[in-house]
């Protein structure tokens, strides 16, 4: 590392000027010619039928120039994990699951007009009994959400290695507990806004804050019927993800859908606050039963856990979320005998989904805290007990993963000795204590179906200008500055001769997108291939 000029050195955010000085275009920033303000009209019950919509009267009103229901789309279901699970629709059809879905929306003139002719639609509903506790809804008698969830379990899975009952019968102690975690709005910096535009010959172009422009492409092509390369996501600013913004985020449809209906004119939909935290995916609840058996040294034996996640009305992307989450109880430290079983169930709430960690903060509150409780029975210093436990490289685990590289016992090694762990019992302060806890994060692995990605074009001009296109998205983590400093570093150049264009679906190469901090290491390997290419061809 010591031989490196450019990477692993202090640099500034090649972006950096324009951000402070507000130069920086953010979605909301971005004003097109003959725009129009969209607003959607959204369900003021948790479960009801839809009885009727009547548009005519909305319709009807100066400066409105569309108002669209579910009877305006294909009535696809978004993708999101695919296979069997896809079940929400861009617009609401026959039924709405929570309070807020969206049921029909408008373009107007102005947003006064938008939301004067949103109470101009008349919706009849019937309302249904509804439930809000996902232990609840798995009654037999609870009201059903979806028809065909038996019990409203959107997804039910179990696995079992080793043999978890006979290593508890001979377990010297067993800790047990629930543990429970909420749900948490991301509340991003930037309120969630898109911008769409119809374009003769078909095309549609896209602003949008987002953390994955090509999921965003893939997504709203699918539920509109539209060709994929039609659509075209443009680069901008984005104030903020933390896994709120990784997949399509449910609006970008209904801007498009309207911006269709309005050939000429480019349509907004700007969420307010108040929209963001009562509609939005938010962070997936779960009620963690966890049983840890262990031997009296402090081996673990064997673990037991029973996940129940609240899916809310619809499946997003919980039920990868939970199933990551109980995945982390049998890879985090080594243990043979595991049985391991996770519920994702139907409610009448706002989605639930990904944010920071996909599941694992979770599960490793609960198995941290029975770590302690662990050590604490046997008489065993926290500290060494977790690293009795931790996994060493070139270990295979129990689901057969194969661990490369792992500094869990050096990272445990160093942090006890900044903090002065072993001086804590001597040093003891009123109302102040020291803990150690541990965590684990998939990074860079093949999770999803078609595996995690990246791609990159460099391009090398005569007078030495490096441009690196690539699909990889800075939604303020500064991945452009990483990636511009990879490319100097391959090519012997200095940071100013790079510049990095990113997140244009029709300017750059495709990416999965910026979430499970992952990016620097999949964007970064593959500029560092593409420019030691370039490297090549220019030398040989």
């Known amino acids: 590392m010591n031989t490196l000029k450019v990477v692993n050195c202090r640099i500034p955010n090649i972006d950096g000027k324009q951000i402070v000085t507000g130069q920086a275009k953010f979605t909301s920033d971005i004003h097109l010619p003959g725009m129009l303000i969209g607003g959607i009209l959204r369900s003021p019950y948790p479960h009801a039928e839809i009885l009727s919509i009547k548009t005519d009267r909305a319709k009807m009103l100066p400066g409105v120039f569309a108002v669209v229901t579910a009877h305006d789309t294909p009535l ?161 600013r984005v104030g903020g993800g933390f896994g709120g913004r990784s997949k399509v985020a449910e609006t970008e449809a209904i801007t498009t859908l309207l911006a269709m209906k309005c050939p000429g004119h480019p349509v907004k939909i700007a969420l307010t606050r108040e929209e963001e935290f009562e509609t939005r995916i938010v962070k997936v609840p779960m009620k963690i039963k966890l049983r840890t058996a262990a031997d009296q040294e402090g081996h673990i034996l064997a673990r037991w856990i029973s996940i129940i996640g609240d899916n809310g009305a619809y499946n997003h992307c919980a039920p990868s979320v939970i199933a990551v989450g109980a995945t982390m109880s049998y890879v985090m430290y080594r243990v043979k005998n595991v049985f391991a079983e996770y519920y994702t169930v139907y409610t009448n709430k706002q989605t639930a989904a990904q944010m920071r960690g996909y599941g694992e903060p979770d599960t490793v509150f609960a198995i941290e805290s029975q770590m302690d409780e662990i050590a604490e029975k046997l008489g065993i210093d926290p500290y060494e007990l977790r690293l009795k436990n931790a996994i060493d490289p070139n270990e295979i685990l129990v689901n057969g993963w194969k661990i490369t590289s792992c500094g869990m016992k050096e990272c445990l090694q160093k942090a006890t000795e900044a903090i002065r ?72 150049s200095k940071i100013d001769q790079v510049r990095v264009i990113s997140m244009d679906t029709s300017a750059t190469p495709s990416d999965m997108g910026a979430f499970a901090s992952k990016t620097a290491f999949l964007a970064g390997n593959a500029v560092m291939s593409a420019t030691q290419e370039a490297k090549n061809q220019i030398l040989y």
Not at 133 to 152: Q, S, T, V, W, Y
Not at 193 to 217: E, K, N, R
Not at 442 to 465: A, E
Request: proline share 5%; glycine share 10%.
């Open 76 to 236: 696809k279901p978004y993708i999101y994990l695919g296979g069997t699970l896809p079940d929400r629709l861009p617009l609401a059809h026959k039924k709405v699951r929570y309070i807020g879905e969206e049921v029909a929306a408008v373009a107007a003139i102005d947003r006064k007009t938008a939301e004067k002719a949103l109470e101009l639609i008349e919706v009849e509903y019937e309302p249904l009994p509804y439930v809000l506790d996902p232990e609840e809804a798995m009654k037999p008698d609870a009201p059903l959400i979806h028809e065909g969830k038996e019990r409203n379990i959107s997804v039910y899975s179990s696995r079992t290695f080793g043999d978890p009952q006979k290593a508890f019968a001979e377990a010297a102690v067993i800790t047990d507990g629930v543990y429970e975690t909420q749900a948490i709005q991301h509340c991003c910096m930037e309120p969630f806004t898109c911008i769409a535009q119809s374009l003769v010959g078909g095309q549609v172009d896209i602003w949008v804050s987002t953390q994955a422009p090509f999921y965003v492409q893939k997504e709203v092509a699918h539920v509109l019927d539209l060709n994929p390369n039609d659509i075209r996501v443009h680069e901008v």
């Open 421 to 492: 762990w072993s001086e804590r019992k001597h040093n003891k302060t009123h109302g102040k204590g020291i803990g150690i806890a541990c965590s684990i994060h998939g990074t860079g692995g093949r999770w999803y179906q078609d595996g995690d990605y990246s791609s990159c074009i460099v391009k090398v001009g005569h007078d030495g200008l490096i441009v690196v296109e690539t699909g990889a998205v800075d939604i303020g983590q500064g991945i452009k500055t990483t990636l511009a400093q990879i490319a100097a570093e391959v090519l012997g």
